[in-house]
């Protein structure tokens, strides 16, 4: 039988491990970071510290224009990055709590961890509609795919909330189960378009789409399987490759206690199908948010619709309709993973609870740096970039976080990189190419602005945003092979007031136009 061993002697266990640099996440963001460390400092000690047992790296990195790129996500043992690295250390655990004064970390393992320069790279959580409600599923990392592959399989029907990008992957990938998506907005997709782009995307999502016989088949490392037959990773065991370009707004670069956030296109992993034999459609209820979540046996229950009993499961909409599924997803946003961090710390946080960054991504700690999620940028931003949680700039701020502290620790000045001057994004949805650039759906810019669209069903959506006769923003679905004209026309704020009319006729070669 094995004695209770109390914290103090599991930390008597462990002698204090020191680094010249310590990062805490194995997400994007913080392995970006450490490989960016490694590489300046090859004779410094570098600590990364995960709870997850594989770690996220970015492999075939596209530099596509001069703010765009594309990469695939690929999830390996963190033994790939420390042959990589020799001066890279892994320690795997969970941190329980940060000394800032004293630049010491303590882990859930009874690790005491001590460093020169942090930097935080713990990602985001899932924002649940309720923490207590067993038939409410966030889906965040691979082992909450597999629960929910595993929920959805035996499903009639499901509800889902929110209206960011893992909503809208999952209804689109969703086969064999009619889908209930419940937005607060008056359109679908939100966060990345505006109603017009909704409605070109709209016949996806209600054609017949072929169903999904297999998973697509990826490269993996193997692990080894612990006694009881489950792997240490994904549902495969080690490496997963995802590409990158599906969204996630959604969970971030990592966690100080769970394993770090799903790739994009996570879900061609997967096979999502439901209980029925034949299509399903998905079905939007608009405007409307969860009131209530109730099952049959709840003694308080609402009056109920005609099938009540039918269902394990009831959600009460505020726009007064009920809905029975079997369970629901609950894809309403992150919260910045800020929690293992803040007790007996200084922290300036953020109205949405992240980390306030500088733009040497500092912290209000010093020699504490912030990238990725569990970060929000407060330095004065580029008329022409705004900060979203994907993975594209999880990549970007975890790479110039490793930079500052290299410079910091050098004494050399830096400037805030130019991935900053433009926000530049490529991702897909209901199967069509999406890029988004700039202030793509107007954001700050009030009335001052003119919107310009050009439309053709099924195949392209082009949508452009002028302010003062010059280009600020755009939206392209599709094949349209604008993405570097425009964001070269967005870079150049040239005045296009004399060429607006003819911009975005498709009879003009706009490329050659304006070469």
Request: charged residues 20%; glycine residues 10%; aromatic residues 8%.
């Amino acid at each position: 039988m094995l004695a209770n061993v109390s914290s103090s002697e599991r930390m008597a266990s462990h002698p204090m491990q020191r680094f010249q640099f310590v990062v805490v996440g194995g997400g994007i963001a913080g392995v970006t970071c450490v490989e960016q460390l490694a590489s300046d400092f090859p004779s410094a000690e570098v600590g990364l510290i995960t709870a997850a047992s594989h770690i996220k790296a970015v492999a075939n990195f596209k530099q596509v224009s001069q703010t765009l790129e594309e990469f695939d996500v690929e999830e390996r043992p963190p033994s790939v990055l420390q042959e990589k690295y020799p001066n890279v250390t892994v320690i795997q655990s969970a941190v329980r709590s940060l000394q800032a004064d004293q630049h010491t970390l303590q882990t859930e393992d009874g690790r005491s961890v001590g460093y020169e320069k942090l930097c935080i790279c713990s990602g985001a959580r899932p924002k649940l509609l309720t923490q207590d409600q067993p038939y409410v599923l966030g889906v965040r990392d691979t082992d909450s795919v597999q629960e929910f592959q595993k929920r959805l399989s035996s499903a009639k029907r499901i509800v889902v909330v929110g209206n960011g990008g893992i909503a809208l992957e999952l209804v689109f990938e969703v086969r064999g189960c009619e889908v209930v998506w419940a937005v607060k907005d008056k359109a679908i997709g939100n966060t990345f378009f505006d109603a017009g782009a909704a409605q070109f995307l709209i016949p996806s999502l209600e054609a017949q789409r072929p169903p999904r016989d297999a998973v697509c088949k990826r490269a993996r490392y193997t692990t080894e399987q612990g006694p009881e037959g489950g792997s240490d990773g994904g549902p495969e065991g080690g490496l997963h490759t995802f590409t990158a370009g599906g969204d996630r707004r959604r969970p971030g670069s990592g966690s100080t206690g769970a394993g770090s956030a799903l790739g994009p296109d996570w879900h061609e992993g997967f096979l999502l199908r439901g209980a029925e034999e034949t299509p399903q459609g998905v079905r939007v209820e608009y405007e409307c948010e969860v009131q209530e979540i109730f099952t049959p046996s709840d003694p308080l229950r609402p009056q109920p619709e005609a099938d009540y009993g039918a269902w394990p499961v009831y959600v009460r909409l505020t726009n007064g309709r009920t809905v029975g599924c079997d369970f629901i997803v609950s894809a309403t946003g992150v919260v910045p993973n800020t929690d293992a961090f803040l007790q007996g710390n200084n922290f300036s946080l953020a109205e949405d609870g992240g980390l306030r960054v500088d733009d040497h991504m500092m912290t209000s700690e010093l020699d504490v740096y912030a990238a990725g999620d569990v970060c929000s940028a407060c330095w004065e931003p580029s008329a022409l970039w705004q900060q979203m949680r994907l993975w594209t700039q999880a990549r970007q701020m975890g790479w110039f976080a490793g930079r500052c502290m290299a410079a910091d620790v050098l004494t050399q000045p830096i400037e805030l990189d130019f991935c900053f001057e433009l926000f530049a994004h490529i991702t897909k949805f209901f199967s069509y190419k999406v890029v988004i650039l700039g202030k793509f759906n107007a954001q700050g810019l009030g009335a001052d602005h003119e919107l310009l669209v050009r439309c053709t069903k099924g195949q392209e959506y082009v949508k452009v945003v002028l302010r003062g006769g010059k280009m600020v923003g755009a939206v392209l679905i599709g094949e349209t092979d604008l993405e570097e004209t425009f964001e070269n026309l967005i870079l150049n704020q040239m005045d296009l007031t004399p060429y607006k009319d003819e911009l975005l006729n498709p009879n003009i070669d706009i490329e050659d136009y304006f070469d």
